[in-house]
């Protein structure tokens, strides 16, 4: 067998008993502004760095659309929906869920055309919050009483003006 004492196994230093180098501590960091090094080797050449002139980059702002009452009763909003379903023939009695399958595809093909963003239950949950804007019930009064909306609303299809609905009730 091979004896402990003969290979020096046992020779390892004692590092409890031994004392640790002395080091000055660190220097505080450089701030980009200053311009006092102390020995004005190595210590300015940091500042004078970030203060070399950088290319900003032009970022292009895309501001973005927001679902709020004005884009509602825009020409795509609730004027739109007038129209939508001109050329749908609901089949009736027998055929409610196609029927229904059918109503709701045109919903949510008009709600991703108003506002592509939001998912079709999220867009539903924004829409009946918008709905007690008074800008937005003012629009669907007007739908409902078939009154103008938009500009093209405002004269017929020969040219001739519509009368104004207050003057009408009037008689």
Same mark, same amino acid.
């Given at each position: 067998?091979?004896?402990?004492?003969?290979?020096?196994?046992?020779?390892?230093?004692?590092?409890?008993?031994?004392?640790?180098?002395?080091?000055?501590?660190?220097?505080?960091?450089?701030?980009?502004?200053?311009?006092?090094?102390?020995?004005?080797?190595?210590?300015?050449?940091?500042?004078?760095?970030?203060?070399?002139? +950088?290319?900003?980059?032009?970022?292009?702002?895309?501001?973005?659309?927001?679902?709020?009452?004005?884009?509602?009763?825009?020409?795509?909003?609730?004027?739109?929906?007038?129209?939508?379903?001109?050329?749908?023939?609901?089949?009736?009695?027998?055929?409610?869920?196609?029927?229904?399958?059918?109503?709701?595809?045109?919903?949510?093909?008009?709600?991703?055309?108003?506002?592509?963003?939001?998912?079709?239950?999220?867009? +539903?949950?924004?829409?009946?919050?918008?709905?007690?804007?008074?800008? +937005?019930?003012?629009?669907?009064?007007?739908?409902?009483?078939?009154?103008?909306?938009?500009?093209?609303?405002?004269?017929?299809?020969?040219?001739?003006?519509?009368?104004?609905?207050?003057?009408?009730?009037?008689?």
């Amino acid at each position: 067998m091979i004896d402990p004492l003969e290979n020096s196994l046992f020779d390892i230093p004692d590092y409890e008993n031994t004392e640790d180098e002395a080091f000055p501590p660190l220097p505080p960091p450089l701030s980009p502004g200053r311009e006092d090094a102390e020995d004005g080797d190595n210590a300015g050449e940091v500042s004078r760095l970030e203060e070399a002139p +950088v290319a900003k980059r032009r970022v292009v702002k895309r501001p973005q659309p927001k679902l709020d009452s004005q884009r509602l009763v825009s020409q795509r909003g609730l004027p739109a929906l007038r129209t939508l379903f001109d050329n749908v023939r609901f089949k009736g009695k027998g055929h409610e869920a196609e029927d229904l399958k059918t109503l709701i595809q045109r919903m949510e093909n008009w709600a991703h055309r108003l506002y592509p963003k939001l998912q079709f239950d999220d867009f +539903v949950d924004k829409l009946e919050s918008l709905g007690s804007k008074k800008e +937005v019930q003012t629009c669907l009064k007007r739908i409902r009483l078939d009154m103008p909306i938009t500009h093209e609303d405002f004269g017929s299809k020969e040219g001739q003006c519509l009368p104004h609905p207050s003057l009408d009730s009037g008689q």
